[in-house]
């Protein structure tokens, strides 16, 4: 039976794979009249999208931030920064910016982290054990990335919590909530709060380099280029931003998704080797970025949709980690799935800088928590999805353990 295709349903948006399974067999390119955008939800075409990068350009901001005066402040405000954004931008740019900043973001300088990642976690948990419960997404899951990546670029740890909630109000409008109305004058509030934050913390590390994401910003060069003071705080707001917002949800989506496999959360208690291989499946089943937004710069044709220059196209990637086509028994979670070419990071140019970043984080945090609540319970049935396009992830997960005498 034909469900309710609308995808800005609330119903939808917290659980959209049965209208996603229906549109992979029936319309795979779909025509959603209530989002203005084509939707794209085979792993083949998924993949064409993110293969060509000159048809369907990341680059949404620029314009608007360029605009006359016709478009409201609030919004040009928030243009204002995200069209520096990586993500938003398309070659030649990005291929400079990505160059530069790919040079800060080394495996050696994660390596260098990881002592510290791992204490991060420890002192989390060491706040929570005694209690018997907690909710996992306030307690963890949202703290630990914004403290490990606050760290990365090198902010204080006493400023995280006025990072958070600038962060927030951002999330709302990027999240791509379908119940919030207007968004925009909290995500400018957002925005333009961490924007001034990262300038007044670069100037002070102008006057006394340091060995932080930030510090090696400034000094980064590549093929002769170097980051401008305004690209460096743009992308210092990105990397804040998705360093966290997004991990989050990976450890909280699949803390959950183990407490509702018993037979998997048994496996990798068993085996914590396990855990790289599971961070993968966790990633495919419950993607926390479940599609992103690409603009067709072009008329183009997607298997027999016929796609118009400025059209708006989704692919989605939580559509395409949940393909038969690609996964046998694709809605079913096996920690040890191989191969697991899931899209959960994207894909191609803008295959996300952060991919190596999360799986360390994830890896460590699933081991440390099952190691130290070895008598873990969910507290709540029903926990329940953010109504979110472009974010998924949970309002709560309640725990409960009793430890071991
Ligand atoms: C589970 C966690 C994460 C997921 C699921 C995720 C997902 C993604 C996806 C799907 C893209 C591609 C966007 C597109 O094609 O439009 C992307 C790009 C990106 N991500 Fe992540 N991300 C995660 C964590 C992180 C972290 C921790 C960071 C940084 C600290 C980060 C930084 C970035 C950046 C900078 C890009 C842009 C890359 C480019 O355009 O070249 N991400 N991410």
Redesign the pocket.
Known sequence: MRPDLDLKRPENARDPYPVYAWLRDHDPVHRSDSLDAWVVTRYADVLAV?NQPGVFS?DRFRDVRAAPESVRPDVRAVAAVLADW??FRDPPD?TRL?GLLQKTFTPRQLEKNRPRIQAAIEALLDAQVARGEMDFVTDFAFPL?ALV?SMLLGAPAEDIESIKEWSDQLAVYLGGSVVAEDNFAEARTGVESLADYFRALLREKRRAPTDDLMGLMLRAEHEGHTLGEDEIVSNCV??LF??HE??TN?LANGLFLLLRHPDQLARLRADPGLAPSAVEEL?RVE???PS?LKIATEDVDLRGAAIRRGDRVLPI?SSANRDPRQFPDADTLDLGRRPNRHL???WG??F????P??RLEATLAFRSVLRRLPHLALASDAPRWRPWLFFRGLEELPLRWTLPE
């Open positions: 993110w990341s990586l993500v990005h990505r990335p990546i990105l990397l998705a360093g997004t991990t990976l990633l993607s926390p970025v992103t990637l959960a990071f994207g140019i803008h996300c800088l952060g991919a970043l999360s």
